[in-house]
Structure formats: C-alpha cells, structure tokens
C-alpha cells in the first residue's frame, strides 16, 4: 500500500472555528490532491499540488485553503468551518510521467463533522 | 475530459466473471480510460488504465473496443470483497501535469453469494 497517512481521522468541531487537515506521504510523489465525498455529489477535487509551494484549485475550493512546504506533507485548512463543509476528505498522490500520473492513490480519510 | 456513462449497479453471481460496462463515445485520442474502485467508506483504489489496447493486471482485465468509444472491466472471478462502487474514468494526461481525476456516480456493483 502507498504510505499516505491522513490526520486526524475524525474530528467534530463547532461552526466558526479553524480546522487544518494533514495528509503525509513517504513515497516522495509530486502530486498531491484533497477531495471531498459527499453522499449525492461523489468525490470532487478541492485542490491540488504540483510540486512545493505550487498549488492550484479544483471544483470546490471556495471556504478552503492549502499549503505545501515539504514534498511530503499537504495541508487543508478551513479557516472558518461551516456545516456544509460536514464531509469525509481524501487526499491522494501520484507520480511519474503521464499517464501513470493518472494513477492515484488514496489515503483512509478524515470523517469532519461541523456542528 | 470526455464524459463517461455507467449503469448505476450491477449484481453478478461469486465465482462468475463480473463485465463492468463503460461508455465514452466523446473520447479524444489522447484519453486514457482509468478504472477505480471504492470499496464502502474506504479510499478509491486505482484497478487499471489503457489507451487503445487491451490490459491487463493481477486484479483485472480492460477490454477497449477498437473504436474507443466503450470499454469494459472484467473482474475474472468475483468474489464477496469485490462488492464495491467502480468508476469509469476518461482522462488526458499530458506531459504539463496532472490536475486530478473527475469521479462520476460509477456502478455499484454487487457480489452476490
């Protein structure tokens, strides 16, 4: 299994407050992604990264931000939490050259519930 | 990123080979069809991808009809653990990066004992 390590695994938190989510991964991939999974919407891109320092939005990062300061580490934050934000988030990798860069791999996911 | 078209579920007997459909009549030449799976509450895991040819690895077959406008996933003998949803993906991966994958509502598809 690719070493992707998603934390925390679950956290409630209350509507208004900051909450940072962390995916690391030891395989050293350029790419790096956070999806959402909603029941009824799928999984949908919030944002990705290509490399340190370089990100780039997806289909719904309204409410979201991200940061990546180390290869191995991509940061999501929710810098005012809503309810609608209530979702269970992936992060995911690849790398190498296309198309095996269409080859992702998912971590367990964080289950963040807003209240 | 051409659009792709799944039956919402499928059943198959344990044992038996299960033949997941997968249209994509709009797809370019340069688009790949990846083939993921989600298994319920887990993260989607990666079975196959092709282009025009047909693939094949230790988890699955992919048959790509020689129009490239379907193809279908073959898992050889199902068993109970396959029970998951399977998404069809069409994607064009160029040497400029790679912004993700879009996942659609898939087929869930159903081992039945």
């Known amino acids: 299994d690719a070493g992707i390590t998603q934390s925390p695994r679950h956290k409630v938190t209350e509507t208004g407050t900051p909450v940072t989510l962390r995916c690391h991964q030891t395989?050293?991939?350029?790419?790096m992604y956070w999806y959402r999974q909603d029941p009824g919407h799928g999984l949908r891109l919030i944002h990705y990264?290509?490399?340190?320092?370089?990100?780039d939005k997806g289909e719904v990062s309204d409410g979201y931000s991200v940061s990546r300061s180390k290869t191995e580490d991509f940061l999501l934050t929710l810098e005012s939490a809503t309810s609608s934000q209530t979702s269970v988030y992936f992060c995911a990798i690849s790398g190498g050259r296309p198309p095996i860069t269409g080859e992702l791999f998912f971590g367990e996911g964080s289950r963040l519930t807003v209240l | 990123d051409a659009k792709t078209t799944q039956p919402p579920s499928m059943d198959c007997a344990e044992g038996r080979a299960a033949n997941l459909p997968c249209n994509h009549s709009?797809?370019?030449?340069?688009?790949?069809v990846y083939w993921y799976r989600q298994i319920h509450s887990q993260g989607p895991q990666y079975i196959i991808h092709g282009l025009k040819n047909n693939e094949t690895n230790e988890m699955a077959s992919l048959i790509i009809t020689e129009d490239r406008k379907s193809s279908t996933l073959i898992l050889p003998h199902a068993t109970l653990r396959d029970t998951a949803v399977y998404y069809c993906i069409v994607r064009a991966v160029s040497g400029g990066g790679a912004d993700g994958l879009t996942f659609g509502k898939g087929t869930h598809l159903i081992i039945q004992p």
């Open positions: 990264s290509y490399g340190v320092k370089d990100t």
């Open positions: 709009t797809i370019s030449g340069n688009e790949y």
């Open positions: 395989e050293n991939h350029r790419y």
